[in-house]
């Protein structure tokens, strides 16, 4: 009976143990995504000058460093983006309150420009291209299933309205953001249209393209509210044709690149640590 008692109470340990193991792995991958974010600003903290003056005197970061600065913003943008939004935010709202009553404009260095100052050194170090990549949270290969437009309205009453276009995908491969999605699993990424009123997307139903997006850090739904990464940045849309796609970035060719080709470069150029 004894021996009948204890196979049961080390069947319910096992049971536990399955169903709490992925709690854990959780729990893990978020403090992995916080842990970073901290360890980011810290190093804002630790290297940017916090005055304006101080900018005119140049500032050194040392390499060993700068390699740890890199591990730490792309874990904390791949991980947990909003987290970084939010900290961001958080900062912003601090260095307001700095103001004297709203007389004149913080005397220090808006948080936003000392993030822009540390991405500078990481340029400086492995070039803007690779930055760019490190900054963008979800990199994917989708199948464009269908296209709606939509109206904007901000949430601040005072806010702008603005077309919107809502573009309905699945995803076929991630090449970053695999934390986040499933491959055939069914998304909406959203856009501005005057986001792009200088040079109109062109893109058709029933085409596949690679899509470099981040939340809509408006909205900490889950990363249910998705648009895609700034225009004005050196990664852009891409369309792939017969497993070949149409960019000379980030191979440098002029030619069209297969797609296998594409990735194995993209995953040992970008994504190792």
């Known amino acids: 009976m004894l021996k009948d008692r204890a196979k049961q109470i080390s069947r319910y340990k ?116 690779y930055v760019n990549i490190l900054s963008t949270p979800i990199i994917i290969k989708v199948f464009l299933k269908e296209i709606q437009d939509a109206l904007y309205s901000s949430q601040d009453k005072n806010g702008p309205h603005a077309r919107q276009t809502n573009l309905i995908v699945e995803i076929q491969e991630i090449l970053k953001g695999k934390t986040h999605f499933n491959c055939g699993e069914s998304i909406s990424i959203s856009y501005l249209d005057w986001w792009y009123q200088d040079n109109p997307l062109s893109l058709e139903v029933g ?29 852009r849309i891409l369309e792939i044709t017969n497993d070949k796609i149409k960019s000379i970035f980030p191979v440098k060719s002029e030619h069209d690149t297969s797609w296998l080709e594409f990735r194995q470069y993209f995953s040992t150029t970008y994504l190792n640590n």
């Open 14 to 129: 096992i049971i536990f143990f399955i169903i709490l193991v992925p709690f854990i792995m959780l729990a893990q991958n978020n403090s992995g995504g916080s842990n970073s974010v901290c360890a980011f600003f810290e190093y804002i903290d630790k290297y940017i000058p916090n005055s304006k003056d101080s900018l005119y005197k140049s500032f050194i970061i040392p390499g060993n460093e700068v390699e740890l600065i890199r591990i730490a913003y792309q874990n904390a943008i791949a991980l947990n983006p909003y987290e970084f939004k939010a900290k961001l935010k958080s900062l912003t709202e601090e260095w307001i309150k700095t103001g004297e009553k709203g007389l004149h404009p913080p005397v220090n260095l808006k948080p936003a420009y000392k993030i822009k100052l540390m991405k500078d050194k990481l340029v400086e170090r492995y070039g803007e291209d």
């Open 207 to 235: 085409k596949s393209y690679l899509f470099p997006v981040e939340p809509w850090y408006g909205k900490n739904d889950n990363f249910k509210s998705l648009i895609i990464k700034d225009p004005t940045s050196s990664i």
